[in-house]
């Protein structure tokens, strides 16, 4: 595989990755749950895969500052809450005495706050690890990437920290990036902060450049794809020449991030299960070609194709089947 079908190939394989660490939580009986996001850096090429509220954030020359990651907190993110209560599940805030509701929207049952997570397997089916995914390609001026957990962002916006640390070198940056937040909110959560340089070697610190005036245009910069764009290879130049989109998908349907055609089977009498990689008999395994994402002519053994534990796991998150011990047992 070249180094083109391999970065096209990532994002799919991102999304087994995050499902099937999923499944490891489950199988061990775990109940606990993190946020993720996952940064992979190839060259000038930039794939980052996120579930939660961790945001990453890419600072340019120019001083543009965009958004690689999508806020998966139910406060902030309608499409969320709207497919959550789709699921079942409820939305709402904490109830105190005196029926006055208090602190950020919550699931129910369980309470928590984001919709997307790996883990937190005594919550609702409706929370999922299917991860929003976006890859983009810098031009060879480089650019700056922060990556902080939630105590960062409820402090800092993402061009307040951009700007707190523009001009030094990434390790001092994470420490001034911690340090404003700190300043500014206080110890109030796990505040941690990871900053990256991709520059050219002859440059060993981000230059900095004074930020300029937006227009019209440097909304082009990260204007999102449709589904169809993944793979085309008629990738679009932002209008300043810094960054080009190769792909973004954020759909919570693990039917429509995986495809049938992923993985292929090179052996008519063993099937790869496409999530957790363990070879079934073709009578042991399960098609995923239901649903109108799939055309009627789909062969009954087309793929991708799933063992039945990750089908069980497939369906609760799509809301058709419960995952939990109590009603699985």
Known sequence: ????EWLQALPR????????????????????????TFVLIDRWTVTVASVGDSRCILDTQGGVVSLLTVDHRLEENVEERDRV???GGEVGRLNVFGGNEV???????GGLCLSRSIGD???GEFIVPIPHVKQVKLSNAGGRLIIASDGIWDALSSDMAAKSCRGVPAELAAKLVVKEALRSRGL???TTCLVVDIIPSDHPVLPTIPRKKRNVLTSLLFGKKSQNSTNKGTNKLSAVGVV??????????????????FPSNTNPEIFRCAVCQADQPSVDSLSMNTGPFFPPVSKPWEGPFLCTNCQKKKDAMEGKRSTRPSETA
């Open 1 to 4: 595989m070249g180094r083109d």
């Open 13 to 36: 394989a991102l999304v087994v990755g995050f499902v099937k660490t999923d499944i490891e939580f489950q199988k061990k009986g775990e109940t606990s749950g993190t946020t993720a």
């Open 244 to 261: 080009e989109e190769l792909f973004e998908e954020g759909s919570a349907m693990l039917t429509e991030r995986l495809g049938k055609d």
């Open 121 to 123: 397997t005594d919550v």
């Open 103 to 109: 602190g950020p929207l919550r699931c129910w049952p």
């Open 85 to 87: 209560t789709a699921s």
């Open 188 to 190: 109030k959560d796990d």
